[in-house]
């Protein structure tokens, strides 16, 4: 899918971006450690879709609630992420 910049693209929360498979930096992690142990977040385990299957959907997304337990720290690709979904899917 291409993505139109010039729209103000709204996050759908569909978790499609929330990958454990991103780049972070050194210090992206220490300020994520400092922010989990601060508030006593515990990491997600989501269970494998099929046999064999790798799950890298990341441990700081909250499934039920949709939300990133991590959003004030989350990692730089994940500020810069955006969403192309098209905004029937956003709705």
């Excluded at 300020?31 to 601060?38: G, T």
């Excluded at 385990?45 to 939300?67: G, I, W």
Aim: net charge positive; glycine share 2%.
């Amino acid at each position: 899918m291409i993505c139109d910049f010039t729209e103000n693209r709204k996050c759908s929360n569909c978790g499609s971006c929330c990958t454990n498979f991103i780049p972070v930096s050194p210090y992206e992690i220490a300020q994520i450690k400092e922010f989990v142990k601060k508030h006593k977040i515990k990491e997600e385990t989501q269970p494998y879709l099929a046999y064999n299957a790798v799950n890298l959907l990341c441990p700081f997304r909250d499934e039920m609630s949709h939300k990133c337990k991590i959003y004030k720290v989350r990692p730089a690709i994940c500020r810069a992420f955006v969403c192309c979904d098209p905004e029937e899917k956003i709705k």
